[in-house]
């Protein structure tokens, strides 16, 4: 079979499962925490008054937080939605799965962090929204290069915002897309969060649809930024043991690595961790 009929495979397999597929556990999460600001505990639909940007196909949604920003501007966390989303499921929660998307959107422009949403393509046709997780050469990898471009208008611009405090977090295709960020682009980022998604090296195509390999002992480029790892032990679309190898990975290579494991979460965001991302952003 042709390498794009595979990829076809895949994407429509990924479409299949996400409509599919229970999102959320009907247990309760096991985490009990103090949150660190009300923000993080909002159940928030919609988050307005935010700007497009547009770089010919590709857009971006962005939005400054409602402070002063600090004297070097404001830190940068850029969001990288999952397949079938868009950059504004970030803002619009119009189902259970975007509101806790939304939330954590809420939560860290309540705590001064500038958010740039990222819409993606959908590189093979009739596949859904995706990001490209598997080219590594970051000068053929389209989702890379747009990135490049949008740090550069960041760069040239006269928002309030400090290029050189950037954050990277993403959910499902998005996290596997931070980590190929991570493995591949050498730029500088300070830190990035996966939420049910992880190594973009353990992810390959087969004539079946998408494999993962769970053991450990990939490479773990010299430049990877602190990472930190939140997965559901119930996710049925991304196996938890590849997060789990990913931190064992991280960990063994001299990365700052945490992983927060969810016994009753399933693949989905897990807003029940948004404040402890924010305690981990403000480490870091």
Not at 142 to 160: E, G, H, M, R
Not at 186 to 192: A, R, T
Request: proline share 4%; glycine share 6%; with cysteine.
């Amino acid at each position: 079979m042709k390498k794009s009929k595979i990829i076809t495979i895949f994407c429509i397999l990924i479409l299949f499962l996400s409509i599919t597929l229970p999102s959320f556990s009907s247990k309760k999460s096991n985490v009990s925490i103090a949150l660190k600001s009300e923000s993080c505990s909002i159940k928030e639909k919609f988050i307005t008054d935010f700007n497009l940007k547009f770089f010919n196909n590709r857009f971006i949604v962005y939005k400054k937080p409602d402070i002063s920003p600090q004297e070097n501007g404001f830190p940068v966390i850029f969001l990288f939605h999952g397949a079938v989303q868009h950059a504004f499921s970030w803002f619009f929660g119009l189902n259970k799965w975007n509101r806790a998307q939304v939330s954590f959107t809420k939560c860290v422009l309540d705590n001064g962090f500038f958010v740039v949403g990222f819409e993606s393509l959908k590189p093979i046709k009739p596949g859904p929204r995706a990001w490209d997780a598997f080219e590594k050469n970051d000068s053929l990898n389209s989702d890379i290069l747009f990135v490049k471009q949008v740090i550069n208008w960041l760069n040239n611009s006269s928002l309030p915002v400090d290029v050189n405090n950037i954050f990277c977090a993403g959910f499902s295709s998005g996290a596997f897309f931070c980590s190929r960020l991570a493995q591949s682009y050498d730029y500088g980022f300070k830190g990035i969060i996966l939420n049910s998604g992880c190594n973009a090296d353990c992810i390959s195509i087969s004539n079946m649809g998408p494999v993962f390999n769970s053991s450990t002992g990939f490479n773990i480029s010299s430049f990877h930024p602190s990472t930190l790892i939140i997965h559901g032990k119930q996710d049925r679309l991304v196996p938890y043991e590849c997060s789990n190898s990913y931190y064992l990975d991280l960990k063994s290579s001299g990365i700052d690595v945490t992983l927060f494991s969810d016994d009753f979460g399933g693949h989905n965001w897990l807003e029940e961790y948004n404040s402890l991302i924010i305690d981990w952003l403000e480490k870091n």
